[in-house]
């Protein structure tokens, strides 16, 4: 059944959630943690360490809220600890940290999926009335990776981290926090309608259900959960849905791009989960439901 988005839901502002959703790693995290291991002479089993991460990252975040923010921890040292407590009793040299911190901090660990940027240059040719925005839990890298994948000419100063902004996804604050700030960079959005009337026709796309595509609706904006290869069960007939936290981790950090393109890009549904939830494989079919009706202004 055609999904048709009523023209007073079409929207004025979409935003993304970055990592996994932007851009995502090339191969999964601990695989490249390990091959990095493995330069330094360090043999590590990637199955433990995949297992071990989920704790390890959220022992760190309860330790160290917000990347280090509040107890004096730069991002990088935030990160030492994890890869650092990741791979202990195994006493990793500063040197193989320092490798892993360059690689996923200068670019070298990520990719962009094609359908990504074929949306984004969608929306800058043919909606330029359009605000996009980055809406990410996460710390200032954020900025780096999306200048060195190429991204950032899309945003125009519309990027807003977590960490910056002392409040995170699924929290509405974030997104109320971020549409207040857009409006005020752009006011001819609120031309004729009031800020709640607006939220109706403010997207967030985003890869985790609670944190993007609940989270985002509960603020009033429509939700679209970006599921590749099907993690959450909404896109199979009978699904299995995603229940654990520990899963939810493993997603983050187990991506193969190329794998996972394959997989999405053959998809054709899209589940309407309701008025303002969506469930979608690829950009490609968010790009039919937003922009196979009129919505130039």
Known sequence: MKIKIPRSRLPKVITFDAYNCLYSTVLPVIEQYCSVAANHSIEANSKVLKVKFPKVFKEA?????NYGKGTGLTPDEWWTLVITNLFKPVDVPKSMINEILRRFNEGDAYTVYPDVVEFLETIRSSYPHIVLGVIS????????????????????????????????????????????????????????????????????????????????????????????????????????????????????????????????????TIVKVSDSRFVIPNFYMLNDILFAQDNKP
């Open 137 to 268: 839990n996460s710390e200032s890298v954020v900025f780096k990776l999306l200048e060195r994948l190429d991204l950032m000419k899309y945003f125009h100063n519309n990027v807003y981290l977590s960490y910056d902004l002392g409040v995170s996804k699924p929290d509405k604050d974030i997104f109320n926090t971020v549409l207040d700030k857009i409006t005020k960079k752009n006011p001819e959005l609120l031309d004729g309608t009031s800020i709640e009337d607006l939220k109706t026709q403010c997207w967030h796309i985003g890869d985790e259900e609670e944190n993007d595509m609940i989270g985002s609706s509960n603020a009033g904006w429509n939700g679209v959960l970006i599921d590749r290869t099907d993690r959450y069960g909404y896109l199979k007939p009978v699904g299995n849905r995603i229940e654990q936290e520990a899963q939810v981790y493993y997603a983050k950090i187990d991506n193969n791009s190329a794998e996972s393109w394959d997989e999405s890009r053959i998809q054709k």
């Open 61 to 65: 975040n309860q330790l160290h809220p």
